[in-house]
């Protein structure tokens, strides 16, 4: 299922990216293109607040000597780095951004980065989770093309791929359940909290 918001956002950001790397400021974009738009329009393009057109696209891409299919391919590899139906989240983050109301979920990083052995730099001690062990949420998994559910029994070896972990459908359904959100919501705010 395709996250309209979250494309819309990765779209933007590539637009913005492309604008930058040329040195130009969005006034100097405007200049090179054959319809006038507002500035304010380009601002929501890039910001990700407003849907482009394909024909609008194709304008900013031939505007900034970038070819459209390539811009695109950009974004898709963004947005499309998980297998189907899976969440990925870096779990620094979590512990680091999430706020009160994924409690549940920063608890739990906490736990599976200390199983790890990850050290956590500048992370605020909880003095109420530093004895319970993580629980597992089933359907997550510390790689991205493991389907296999957590163990907290096995440490994984420190790696780059500790500090990640991947839901799966049920996995976010559980933990939506945890932290008392609709799971659509959970979704969102793991987008924010996705590796860099």
Same mark, same amino acid.
């Given at each position: ?7 819309? @956002?990765? $779209?933007? *950001? ?10 130009? #400021? ?5 200049? &090179? =293109?054959?319809?006038?738009? +507002? ?16 024909v609008r696209l194709v304008e900013l891409?031939? %505007?900034? *000597?970038? =070819?459209?299919? *390539? =811009?695109l391919a950009k974004v898709h590899s ?5 297998? /189907?139906?899976?969440?990925?989240? *870096? ?9 009160p109301e994924l409690t549940p979920l @920063? ?15 500048? +992370? ?15 359907? +997550?998994?510390? #790689?991205? #093309? ?8 096995? /440490? ?15 996995? $976010?359904?559980?933990?939506?359940? =945890?932290?008392?959100?609709?799971? %659509?919501? $959970?979704?969102? &705010?793991?987008?924010?909290?996705? /590796?860099?």
């Amino acid at each position: 299922m395709i996250d309209a918001e979250h494309y819309q @956002r990765v $779209l933007g *950001d590539e637009l913005r990216k492309l604008r930058r790397g040329r040195g130009w #400021t969005r006034k100097e974009l405007n200049a &090179h =293109l054959q319809s006038e738009i +507002s500035l304010q329009t380009l601002a929501t393009y890039e910001l990700g607040t407003r849907q482009c057109s394909v024909v609008r696209l194709v304008e900013l891409c031939v %505007a900034m *000597d970038e =070819l459209p299919q *390539d =811009l695109l391919a950009k974004v898709h590899s963004r947005v499309f780095t998980e297998e /189907p139906g899976r969440v990925r989240v *870096d779990l620094r983050r979590v512990v680091a951004e999430a706020g009160p109301e994924l409690t549940p979920l @920063r608890r739990w990083a906490e736990g599976r980065l200390r199983q790890n052995g990850v050290a956590m730099p500048g +992370s605020p001690a909880r003095a109420n989770t530093a004895s319970r062990p993580p629980a597992a949420v089933p359907g +997550s998994s510390s #790689t991205p #093309t493991s389907s296999a559910p957590a163990a907290p029994s096995q /440490p994984a070896s420190a790696s780059a791929s500790t500090d990640e972990v991947s839901f799966d459908f049920a996995a $976010l359904e559980r933990m939506a359940e =945890l932290c008392g959100l609709p799971t %659509a919501e $959970l979704v969102s &705010h793991l987008r924010k909290l996705a /590796p860099a």
